[in-house]
Every structure is written in C-alpha cells, then in structure tokens.
C-alpha cells in the first residue's frame, strides 16, 4: 500500500520562523510514524514548495516535491484532475490539515481539528468558506481523524458525519504508542 500524506502545513516558507499548530501535529505525527521505521507500506510525504524547507528529515519517509503553487485556484485544479495520481502515486492520500483538494475522496482520510467555523462563524476568519466546503469533504472522505471527543461530537453535529467514520487520536498524547495505533489505523483504513 503506497499512502501519501499531505505535508504542506509543516513546511517553513521564506521568511517563516515557526509552525502553526497544524503544521507541529504535522511534523509530530510524521515522527511518530518514523519512529516506526516503516517500510512497507510505502509512506511518501507530499510538498508543495519552490523555497520552502521541511523542519525534519525522514529515513523511512519519502519525500515528493511537487512543484505546484498553493493557492484556492490551484487547489480546485489539482481537486479536479487526476495530478497526484499521476505525479505522486499512492493508495491512500492523508490530509492533515483539515481541508485539501481530494480527486479522489473515496482513498482520502481527512484530519478535522475541530468545527470552530460552525461554532463561531466568524466572517473575519474566513469560516464562511469552511462553513461550505466543510460538510461536503467530511461526508465525501474514506475517513476522518479528529484529536478530541468533543471535536469528534462537533463533526458527527454540524458536519453530518456517522460517528463510526471518526477516529479520536489525542495529539496531546503524542507519545508514540498512541500514535503507533492511530497510524496503523488510517494507513489500513
């Protein structure tokens, strides 16, 4: 099984200085699962970069620099046409930031961290947008990771998501055993 996991939220772009949140679990979860010296399967993490920099290097993690720029207009692109399939080919593709262009959602396991954009629908935040796109990627995606119950309550909620397409995986116990399990999940989902 070849998995690709999207590694765009933890890439450092000129002129950054540290990551987000997202961009830590991230890096965090990539450590984890090299930790577990994977070699089959084949694991493959996805940039989109032309001066970024990676904050890790990875012996048993793959590193595929797909020069494409980052944007919504190029994300609807690479949503609609068969790209990664062709440039970075995998079976199952891991978006852990959220939201990201899926062609194919059935192969898709999407990481939500919460559904702060249905809570507090704050325009300035730009949740408008999530608020639409949200729903239809949660519905649509193979499976969905999610760090808390209570986000997990969230989704299945606002998102119309059956509880059992939602697995937990607590980041604040990043220690590897929890994310030893969590990995083995979703490279087998």
């Not at 996991?5 to 979860?29: F, K, P, W, Y």
């Not at 996805?46 to 207009?73: E, M, Y």
């Amino acid at each position: 099984m070849r998995v690709l996991i999207d590694g765009n939220s933890m890439v450092l772009r000129t002129g950054a200085t540290h990551l987000s949140g997202i961009g830590r679990s991230t890096l965090e979860l990539c450590k984890a699962i090299e930790a577990l010296r994977p070699a089959d399967p084949c694991i493959t993490l996805l940039t989109q970069t032309f001066r970024g920099v990676v904050p890790a290097d990875f012996a048993h993690i793959r590193l595929k620099n797909l020069l494409w720029p980052i944007g919504s207009t190029f994300d609807r692109v690479r949503g609609g046409l068969p790209i990664l399939e062709t440039m970075a080919r995998h079976d199952l593709l891991h978006i852990p930031h959220n939201l990201g262009p899926m062609y194919r959602p059935q192969r898709t396991v999407l990481t939500i961290h919460d559904a702060i954009f249905f809570s507090h629908p704050e325009a300035r935040l730009g949740h408008q947008a999530l608020r639409e796109l949200m729903p239809g990627a949660a519905q649509a995606c193979r499976l969905i990771a999610t760090p808390s119950e209570s986000a997990k309550r969230d989704i299945v909620e606002y998102l119309g998501v059956r509880p059992e397409r939602v697995i937990v995986i607590p980041w604040e116990s990043m220690p590897h055993d929890s994310v030893l399990t969590t990995s083995l999940l979703l490279l087998h989902a």
